[in-house]
């Protein structure tokens, strides 16, 4: 049964077109994260919300925005996406992120391709 | 700074056992994951040390960590094909929530 799910699993967008990745979580955790992933690198984490308390990444670009309607749904928008925005967009999931290390559960990703 | 240095491509035949290595940078981190990925997947946990122990073992899986050191590493037993993937080390930033620090994943490919 998934329990952080992605969708689309693939997404092709156009320079400049605005674009919107979904996950949705069936753990009923607290924190969701949202990470980027170019090729044969590392995952670097954008932001992630603690509830509906929203924590940025000092180096994450402003044409990266995120929303949190309720616990289960968090969205990525990427507001004018360049060629430099493809890659694969995971998100996480943990029960209650804090002082103490919490684990982290990620969905199977989004493929971002820019034309 | 924070980093996570590992090596970047590892081959092993299948039946023997893999180890890959992964060395740290920051002393405060509680604990420390390995996370597989394969092929167009998402990270998949496979497994994780609290800082104050020095080994876990989980069935084929045992992880060494040497905090003098900041080394940690991953033992695969009687590995197999379906072991091929990407071995990502990550560290938690302790100081920041939920921040793991991923290293640039070790390539496994495990031949018949």
């Known amino acids: 049964d998934a329990m952080v799910i992605q969708n689309p699993r693939y997404q092709v967008t156009q320079f400049g077109k605005p674009v919107t990745l979904s996950c949705s979580q069936t753990l009923n955790h607290n924190v969701m994260y949202w990470y980027q992933q170019k090729s044969s690198q590392a995952p670097k984490l954008l932001f992630h919300?603690?509830?509906?308390?929203?924590?940025n990444e000092a180096d994450t670009p402003d044409n990266f925005q995120s929303r949190r309607p309720n616990t289960s749904f968090c969205f990525l928008d990427i507001r004018s996406p360049g060629l430099g925005d493809a890659a694969m967009y995971l998100c996480?999931?943990?029960?209650?992120?804090?002082?103490?290390?919490?684990?982290?559960?990620f969905g199977p990703g989004t493929r971002l391709t820019v034309l | 700074g924070e980093d996570v240095e590992q090596s970047l491509f590892l081959s092993v035949r299948e039946g023997d056992s893999s180890v890959i290595n992964c060395t740290y940078t920051d002393s405060s981190s509680t604990y420390l994951y390995w996370y597989k990925q394969e092929p167009g997947a998402g990270l998949q946990l496979l497994t994780y040390i609290f800082s104050n122990m020095d080994m876990k073992q989980d069935q084929r899986l045992t992880v060494l960590l040497n905090k003098k050191d900041k080394h940690l590493s991953l033992r695969i037993a009687d590995t197999q094909t379906g072991d091929s993937a990407i071995y990502f080390c990550?560290?938690?930033?302790?100081?920041?929530?939920?921040?793991?620090?991923f290293g640039k994943g070790t390539k496994l490919s495990v031949k018949p």
């Open positions: 990550a560290e938690n930033h302790g100081g920041s929530q939920g921040n793991l620090i």
């Open positions: 919300y603690y509830d509906k308390d929203f924590n």
């Open positions: 996480a999931t943990s029960r209650d992120s804090g002082a103490r290390a919490d684990t982290q559960y």
